[in-house]
């Protein structure tokens, strides 16, 4: 059932430096559809994107305020990615469902990625950086949206970067973010060049002011690849003119202390050249010999929910252990603030409460003990069974344990029900449900 006729409302904020209000509702016209607005996910260069709901359905909004656009230039690139990417339907790229606006804001309404962007992904996991299993499955998927731009759209998406790729609740990486896009024959024909994307994802030729092309892209998802891969990208310096300078010299290393195979190694050097014509494409990335470690189901975002590679925020790992939990009350911990990672893409909102992040936190361990223990049946290796008569007995025996102490940690089912883990990080939690009705389920803090 949708709503109408609301009074308009605005999201209440109590600090200055929160993102700016934005209604309470919005109404989208061309749908007949009113969402409801929730917490801010993240902002960039002139947009801020939110949680957004109607009915039982889930997306995030960005939101353009009309007030930024001061200049005729700046109105034609928003409606430039508006025509773009609302042409755009593939499986590893953000879906654009509907734009609208009223006298105050542009709206775009887009895929909720739950799990945020691909770089708050690699620095939440431990050393900052990601198994090379899982780098590669990300890196298919966000090759297979790039040639999909490339070969059936003729569109450049012009900032491809960890930060531009969200995490949807499959754990499927999509691209996102297409203000910076164009379609090739514009770059083609342009006769001067912008400096625009990210700089520590810009080939040599992009800063050469020479454009961008299907090299710069394959340039700039080899640099992704090598940020998975070893926690940063391959050209970050503490100057923006001296990644400038490595960039155009190609002058990287290649860490020897992290376990990479050879195969993923050769991949990067053979990307990362300064000759376009001389780097891998995105066919022939595809094609590369990496990606024949990965089974017929490992190539799907799929792969990395059974696996069960949650991430958590670092910033809530103190928080997180046994000792914080049980010393702080919840209203001391919602007011704790957290150093949240953001990125010009949908990053989270540096200055959202910390109860907001600490209640994802807490959703992502959550399904992360459910699922183990719910796969620990399958996996007799691991798993003990229950082998004596439970009305004799205590509570706190344990019924069903799982051990991923090689990857995640120690996770355990006792008696009563309740369900604990013991992560690599020595923080804990435990959870109990409390059914208040068939579709509704609580978690508590023990």
């Not at 800063?207 to 070893?230: D, K, N, P, Q, V």
């Not at 990335?285 to 470690?293: K, P, Q």
């Not at 109860?355 to 936190?361: A, D, V």
């Amino acid at each position: 059932m949708h709503h109408r006729g609301r009074s308009p409302q605005t999201r209440d904020s109590s600090n200055a430096n929160k993102a700016p209000l934005c209604p309470q509702y919005i109404f989208d016209p061309k749908y007949q559809t009113t969402y409801t607005i929730h917490q801010c996910l993240g902002k960039g260069g002139f947009a801020y994107v939110y949680r957004a709901t109607s009915d039982s359905e889930t997306f995030a909004i960005k939101v353009i305020s009309l007030s930024k656009i001061q200049s005729p230039s700046y109105g034609d690139k928003i409606q430039r990615e508006i025509d773009i990417h609302k042409k755009l339907q593939h499986s590893n790229i953000v879906s654009l469902f509907s734009t609208f606006q009223d006298q105050y804001n542009v709206y775009l309404l887009l895929d909720y990625c739950p799990y945020g962007t691909l770089l708050d992904y690699i620095n939440s996991r431990p050393n900052t950086k990601l198994s090379e299993s899982h780098s590669i499955v990300f890196l298919k998927q966000i090759l297979k949206a790039t040639k999909y731009l490339h070969s059936e759209c003729q569109i450049l998406h012009r900032d491809i970067k960890p930060g531009n790729v969200l995490l949807s609740a499959s754990m499927t990486a999509k691209l996102a973010d297409f203000g910076f896009s164009c379609s090739i024959n514009q770059e083609k024909k342009a006769t001067t060049h912008s400096l625009c994307g990210t700089p520590n994802y810009l080939a040599p030729e992009v800063i050469c002011r020479r454009g961008h092309s299907i090299a710069t892209e394959a340039w700039a998802i080899g640099c992704t690849f090598y940020c998975m891969l070893y926690g940063k990208p391959p050209f970050e310096s503490d100057h923006l003119q001296k990644t400038y300078d490595m960039i155009r010299r190609c002058a990287y290393y290649i860490p020897d202390h992290v376990p990479v195979s050879q195969r993923s190694r050769e991949l990067v050097v053979r990307v990362l050249i300064d000759n376009p014509t001389k780097r891998l494409t995105i066919q022939e990335m595809l094609r590369h010999e990496v990606f024949s470690t990965l089974n017929r189901s490992s190539s799907h975002g799929s792969c990395l929910n059974s696996q069960l590679d949650y991430s958590y925020s670092k910033s809530c790992q103190n928080l997180l252990s046994p000792s914080a939990i049980s010393s702080r009350s919840p209203r001391s911990l919602s007011r704790l603030s957290s150093k949240i990672n953001v990125d010009s893409g949908y990053g989270n909102d540096p200055s959202s409460s910390f109860s907001r992040g600490l209640g994802r936190t807490l959703e992502k361990y959550v399904r992360f003990v459910d699922t183990l223990l719910e796969d620990a049946g399958e996996s007799s290796s691991k798993v003990t069974a229950d082998i004596c008569d439970e009305n004799t007995l205590p509570d706190l025996y344990v019924s069903k344990w799982v051990d991923y102490t090689n990857r995640f940690g120690f996770c355990c089912t006792l008696k009563n029900g309740i369900r604990t883990a013991l992560f690599l990080d020595d923080s804990a939690i435990s959870v109990t449900y409390v059914f208040l009705l068939p579709s509704l389920s609580l978690y508590c803090i023990l």
